[in-house]
């Protein structure tokens, strides 16, 4: 069977849940993995549009060399969530748009993962913008765990380490909405084992539906020599 684009598989978390080592180690393992932060970053670059349009909405973000001011912008959006949707509508578009231009590139590719950090937030517009998935993966931490690793790493206090875990879904809610769980409450060495099982059963589920896609094609060219 061959198929006409990739299986592609959402990949993201919350705030603090490893979900950028989870993308590594799926990397490690021969997977492709689109970036939507890496993209957010090329397309904030000098002379890109997305630049402009921050320039534009968030002067004060712009540093004496007319550069974005990135820590700048991250301590603002944080803090107003108009601002954040604000910055949101500015720049999704743009990166579906190279997220779809990306998945044409290699569309030779069985399983592409793309790792987006607000996924469940910004689905409903990436929909409408041309990225569809197949499966969605959440790399799972409690909340208690997010507010410890995340103070710990930023040197946060707790009322800030509160507030950004608080800006995003709740992790229990996108737990639910999720196909498949990957749990990161433990070791490196039992994430890296669970995402190889994981992967494992991937190839297996598309293997099956591939199957089955070529019986019902079997079927109705079948009925239509019949008629």
């Not at 490893?18 to 993209?39: C, H, N, P, Q």
């Not at 500015?90 to 987006?116: A, G, M, N, T, Y």
């Not at 765990?145 to 229990?172: F, G, P, Y």
Request: proline share 2%; net charge negative.
């Amino acid at each position: 069977m061959t198929r006409n684009k990739p299986y592609v598989i959402g990949l993201t978390g919350g705030i603090a849940t490893g979900k950028s080592t989870a993308s590594s180690i799926i990397r490690k393992f021969g997977y492709l993995v689109i970036d939507a932060d890496e993209i957010a970053r090329y397309i904030l670059e000098p002379e890109k549009k997305g630049n402009s349009l921050v320039a534009h909405e968030f002067p004060m973000v712009i540093n004496h060399s007319g550069d974005i001011d990135r820590k700048l912008l991250g301590d603002i959006i944080f803090s107003d969530n108009k601002l954040r949707n604000k910055l949101d509508s500015l720049l999704h578009p743009l990166i579906s748009e190279e997220i779809v231009r990306r998945l044409d590139i290699h569309s030779d590719k069985e399983v592409v993962f793309i790792d987006i950090p607000l996924l469940f937030e910004v689905k409903g517009n990436m929909e409408e913008e041309g990225v569809y998935f197949d499966e969605i993966w959440l790399v799972y931490a409690s909340r208690d765990a997010q507010l410890d690793r995340l103070r710990k790493r930023n040197l946060l206090d707790e009322t800030e380490a509160i507030k950004r875990v608080e800006s995003q879904m709740d992790i229990e809610l996108k737990k639910d909405l999720s196909d498949i769980i990957i749990d990161n409450m433990g070791s490196k060495e039992h994430l890296e084992n669970q995402i190889h099982q994981l992967l494992h059963e991937m190839e297996l589920r598309i293997r099956c539906r591939g199957c089955i896609e070529d019986l019902d094609s079997e079927f109705e060219e079948g009925n239509d020599e019949k008629s």
